[in-house]
T-cell receptor, first 112, second 117 residues
Framework: QKEVEQNSGPLSVPEGAIASLNCTYS??????FFWYRQYSGKSPELIMS????GDKEDGRFTAQLNKASQYVSLLIRDSQPSDSATYLC????????????FGTGTKLQVIP | GAVVSQHPSWVICKSGTSVKIECRSL??????MFWYRQFPKQSLMLMAT?????????EQGVEKDKFLINHASLTLSTLTVTSAHPEDSSFYIC?????????????FGPGTRLTVL
């Protein structure tokens, strides 16, 4: 069973703080990892993708991947109220066009 | 780049009627498109994988005769909900992968909210 697990939250952080979102996956053959943001009533929006171990930074967002621990995380620096949303972790099992498995998402609340 | 559109954005229909939802990749070709359903406060549920020029692959528990998928071109996939019932009311979202891209990145459309009366 290929699974992606996330804490459903809500995770509450004060404005300006670092929000840390975590995700674990069960399939060791997973190759591609994604973070999506979904506002209430809207469709998911791609934030970042990561394919190799280590950190990948894009603006205020940093994705971290540790394949040995089967763990991927998303850090949001200087959190803003507009970051309040549900963050979905997604994992693809191999290259090409295999389907992606989504976690259930972590709801983030940034408190002004 | 990588823009996906859906039409309509919302639809209300009577029970027993059929509804067609279109998903288009506007600035890229998509050999593969995906259809998801999301109920309130729940996560995305993959319904089917749609491949251009071939039959869709449905997930377990999804009725292929009720949810008809046609992926007739590299930029268009359609989902038809046949004989819709109130329990089919949901948020339907499509996504597309870029043909020839080396990754599995999916780009999502804005979704279609279906309400069956």
């Amino acid at each position: 069973q290929k699974e992606v697990e996330q804490n459903s939250g809500p995770l509450s952080v004060p404005e300006g703080a670092i929000a840390s979102l975590n995700c674990t996956y069960s399939d060791r053959g997973s190759q591609s990892f994604f973070w999506y943001r979904q506002y209430s009533g809207k469709s998911p929006e791609l934030i970042m993708s990561i394919y190799s171990n280590g950190d990948k930074e894009d603006g205020r967002f940093t994705a971290q991947l540790n394949k040995a621990s089967q763990y991927v995380s998303l850090l949001i620096r200087d959190s803003q109220p507009s970051d309040s949303a549900t963050y979905l972790c997604a994992v693809a099992h191999s290259g090409g066009y295999q389907k992606v498995t989504f976690g259930t998402g972590t709801k983030l609340q940034v408190i002004p | 780049g990588a823009v996906v559109s859906q039409h309509p954005s919302w639809v209300i229909c009577k029970s027993g009627t059929s509804v067609k939802i279109e998903c288009r990749s506007l600035d890229f070709q998509a050999t593969t498109m995906f259809w998801y359903r999301q109920f309130p406060k729940q996560s995305l549920m993959l319904m089917a994988t749609s491949n251009e020029g071939s039959k869709a692959t449905y997930e377990q528990g999804v009725e292929k005769d009720k949810f008809l998928i046609n992926h007739a071109s590299l930029t268009l996939s359609t989902l038809t909900v046949t004989s819709a019932h109130p329990e089919d009311s949901s948020f339907y979202i499509c996504s597309a992968s870029i043909t020839g891209a080396p990754t599995d990145t999916q780009y999502f459309g804005p979704g279609t909210r279906l309400t069956v009366l």
